[in-house]
């Protein structure tokens, strides 16, 4: 049982290049999010899906995508990477509604020049 | 002004002391409260969670909820130096996609 996993671990963009960070949780959870965390700072979400089929917005969605491939897996994709999008990426799996746990993934430190 | 506000650190404990964790939040529809410790470099793990007000104890932690003054709070007892670390609060709204808002983090130090 790994819990939710990241892939990669790290990542070095020039400004301008596209990538795809992926999330797979094999906990069967509803709710999955996507969030960023800047030094000294807490995290915020990027976007979410609160089931298959279904995403939304979170706090910071500009600049980027989601794609929720099937119950297992959600995707996050930069366009066109930009430094402001310097950060590390967690992605998070919960059963869904407000009193579950959410459970992180290792995140990916990205770095973009 | 910020959802989520969490006292501003670091906050620095002797080896055995009570280590006192705050937090407040602005949406009075908030269903559910979190606490989470994060590792340098790691990812958050929850600690503690507690959806009715008054105090949940487990172990050395003491998480309490006051709704009406709209604050949670993290006790550390007899702290120990593994507990050194960021502690993140979590809120989290009433609908089932169970959207969190977090805090930026108190960093917690606890010396020998």
């Known amino acids: 049982n790994a819990g939710v996993t990241q892939t990669p671990k790290f990542q070095v963009l020039k400004t301008g290049q596209s990538m795809t960070l992926q999330c797979a949780q094999d906990?069967?959870?509803?709710?999955m999010y996507w969030y960023r965390q800047d030094p000294g700072m807490g995290l915020r979400l990027i976007y979410y899906?609160?089931?298959?089929?279904?995403?939304d917005k979170g706090e910071v969605p500009n600049g980027y995508n989601v794609s929720r491939l099937n119950k297992r897996e959600f995707s996050l994709r930069l366009e066109s990477a930009a430094p402001s999008q310097t950060s590390v990426y967690f992605c998070?799996?919960?059963?869904?509604?407000?009193?579950?746990?959410?459970?992180f993934g290792p995140g990916t430190r990205l770095t973009v020049l | 002004q910020k959802e989520v506000e969490q006292n501003s650190g670091p906050l620095s404990v002797p080896e055995g002391a009570i280590a006192s964790l705050n937090c407040t939040y602005s949406?009075?529809?908030?269903?559910?409260f979190f606490w989470y410790r994060q590792y340098s470099g790691k990812s958050p793990e929850l600690i503690m969670s507690?959806?009715?007000?008054g105090d949940k104890e487990d172990g050395r932690f003491t998480a309490q909820l006051n709704k009406a003054s709209q604050y949670v709070s993290l006790l550390i007892r007899d702290s120990q130096p593994s507990d050194s670390a960021t502690y993140l609060c979590?809120?989290?709204?009433?609908?089932?996609?169970?959207?969190?808002?977090f805090g930026d983090g108190t960093t917690l130090t606890v010396k020998p």
């Open positions: 998070a799996s919960s059963e869904g509604g407000a009193g579950h746990t959410q459970y």
């Open positions: 906990m069967n959870h509803n709710s």
């Open positions: 899906s609160a089931s298959e089929g279904t995403t």
């Open positions: 949406d009075r529809g908030s269903q559910s």
């Open positions: 507690i959806y009715s007000n």
């Open positions: 979590a809120v989290r709204e009433g609908t089932n996609a169970g959207k969190s808002t």
